[in-house]
């Protein structure tokens, strides 16, 4: 079914709220976190945040505390869950960080959802199915680009270059930037087709059918065929309940891999520059974190971005009331009430002070008019 | 169809590679036209050019104001904008360059003061080397540092070395070879993919043709 024009959001507020609906009809609980914790926790899971900057105070008792600059790493600490069951929380809080490093602190409100524990390929698609139905309801034109980071991980195994080379590739790899991946390939006795192959991975961007056929050539160990039969699976799933012409595969979309492995996505909204939708599965977190052998895939929506998106507060529907000094207030208060019954937005002054509004009405003893009668 | 919105580096760059679009079947024949006007628009072929500041591409690309541009390798290096580096263009070479005075002895007992435009490839030019820096930020002139003492070395742009003659300093370290590369904006290249594509490989045909006919 396709979305109707009053299926989708008309203000942020609005898009918190619908987003939180949704998730919670998907049986996913409300996660509610203090807006400040321990600095040495963030402290000790540094490299998983996007800056490394976090604003810090201490509270009475001389403790160090961070105002929160992420929500998953709390959410992963405090996931309890039952052999063979998960937890699946959502949330909407504001994070404290900068955009980049170095960059200057905001405040950034993210709506969004993680699934933690004894996980199978259901939960991925779901968490999928979900991030394509969050972008469905912000905008008709939404595109989830979606990557399987052990493809790119099997495909430089062959390769076995060397710690910075490898770096550089995959720099060049987020950049699509084939002169360099060429140039990259071509050195330290890296073999010509294992290059060729990477070459080939970075440039494809299009629908699951139609970079199947190359994902199929491209699959060569252990790691690429689990890749490849996930992607397969995955696409399969979304097909069955049509969300997957919103997918597009693109490999150039790297997450941290120390910390990421698996599914990776990013969602995009046609007039929007950035990502609004970030997400992927995050095992090795787990690992990290003292969990192994479980998993773990969530996103987060990026509201901020969306403020262009929506159109801003109009003036069509306002009215300013001024209202004589020897009008009694009961009776203005109940003019005004009369007028927001029929849906209008009041605003009641003694003086027309030039405001705008796309009417003005003028209430005297004698009654009500417009104001420039 | 939706219009592809190209940002331009003004100036003689800007020009070269508009011929290339044009030959790559994207002409705007308004944007010959002469006068003050900044922003050209042709229906027909689909495009919208801007002229920027060359230094400004990247970040019209970045923010999605344009779908595409063309930026020196210099500019994408010193800020990382996150975009697609789709195509080296092979135009507007030059190279990243270590200058400093003819009689220049490096004594590494010393912090390395270097003057320069160009901070973060700089600091990790020494980074790579492990030498501590004291980074100078200049916004001009940076050839006349080292002779008045301000700076050790400068990290800046050499073309042909005349700059640098004429002011009695030489290139001592190539740091990175520059180009114009052609740049996407990453959400932009989702949605107008097939319109950049098609372009990119139309671009890089003419790339390789100038190549031959060297």
Not at chain 1, 83 to 107: I, L
Not at chain 1, 167 to 184: D, E, F, T, Y
Not at chain 1, 193 to 215: M, N, Q, V, W, Y
Not at chain 2, 163 to 189: C, V, W
Request: aromatic share 8%; glycine share 8%; net charge negative.
């Amino acid at each position: 079914m396709k979305n109707g024009e009053k299926d989708i959001f008309r203000s942020a507020a609005e898009a918190q709220q619908g987003l939180c609906e949704l998730y919670r009809r998907c049986g996913y609980r409300h996660y509610k976190m203090s807006k400040f914790e321990e600095y040495d926790f963030y402290a000790k899971n540094k490299n998983f945040l996007v800056s490394g900057n976090v604003i810090t105070f201490t509270d009475p008792d001389g403790r160090l505390m961070a105002l929160k600059p992420d929500i998953t790493l709390s959410i992963v600490k405090n996931a309890r869950w039952q052999p063979g069951g998960a937890e699946k929380v959502y949330y909407t809080e504001s994070v404290y960080r900068p955009e980049k490093d170095g960059g200057e602190f905001r405040e950034i409100t993210q709506t969004g959802l993680e699934c933690v524990g004894d996980l199978s390929l259901y939960d991925t698609a779901e968490v999928l199915l979900l991030a394509v139905q969050s972008l469905e309801k912000i905008s008709r034109d939404a595109i989830l680009s979606l990557s399987h980071l052990g493809f790119l991980e099997g495909l430089l195994d062959e390769m076995k270059p060397d710690e910075p080379l490898r770096r550089q590739i995959l720099r060049a790899v987020s950049q699509k930037n084939m002169p360099a991946l060429r140039a990259l390939c071509g050195k330290s006795g890296l073999a010509a087709a294992d290059g060729d192959r990477l070459i080939t991975l970075t440039g494809l961007c299009g629908s699951f059918p139609e970079t199947e056929k190359e994902l199929r050539v491209l699959n060569r160990n252990e790691k690429t065929d689990e890749a490849y039969r996930t992607l397969c699976a995955v696409y399969e799933a979304l097909a069955a309940v049509g969300a997957a012409e919103r997918l597009r595969i693109d490999f150039s979309l790297l997450n941290d891999m120390r910390y990421y492995n698996g599914i990776v996505f990013r969602g995009y909204i046609n007039g929007i520059p950035q990502g609004v939708l970030a997400g992927g599965s995050y095992d090795r977190l787990l690992a990290e974190m003292g969990k192994p052998s479980a998993n773990a895939i969530g996103f987060a929506l990026y509201l901020d971005l969306l403020e262009r998106l929506f159109p801003g507060e109009t003036e069509d529907e306002s009215v300013l009331l001024s209202a004589d000094r020897d009008v009694p207030i009961g009776k203005v208060l109940k003019e005004a009430q009369t007028l927001r019954e029929q849906g209008l937005r009041v605003r009641v002054q003694a003086v027309d002070d030039g405001s705008a509004a796309a009417r003005k009405l003028r209430l005297t003893k004698e009654g009500m008019a417009d104001a420039d009668a | 169809m939706q219009m592809l919105n190209i940002a331009l580096p003004k100036g003689r760059l800007g020009e070269k590679v508009l011929t290339m679009f044009e030959k790559a079947g994207r002409s705007c024949p308004a944007i010959h036209e002469g006068g003050r006007k900044l922003i050209f628009e042709c229906e027909g072929t689909g495009v919208r050019y801007f002229w920027v500041k060359p230094s400004d591409v990247a970040i019209y690309v970045e923010r999605g104001a344009a779908d595409i541009g063309v930026a020196g390798k210099d500019i994408l290096e010193e800020y990382s904008p996150d975009v697609y580096e789709l195509l080296d263009l092979g135009l507007g070479k030059c190279r990243m360059c270590v200058a400093g005075k003819k009689d220049f002895l490096d004594d590494r007992e010393k912090t390395l003061r270097v003057a320069t435009k160009f901070p973060h490839i700089a600091r990790a030019h020494y980074a790579r080397q492990s030498r501590q820096i004291d980074i100078i930020k200049l916004n001009g002139s940076i050839e006349i540092a080292p002779i008045l003492g301000l700076s050790d070395v400068i990290v800046d742009i050499v073309e042909t070395g005349t700059t640098l003659l004429e002011n009695d300093l030489t290139p001592l370290e190539t740091i990175l070879p520059i180009s114009a590369r052609l740049i996407a904006n990453k959400a932009g290249f989702l949605f107008k993919n097939q319109e950049i594509t098609a372009l990119t490989q139309q671009m890089e045909a003419l790339c390789e043709n100038g190549r031959d006919t060297k």
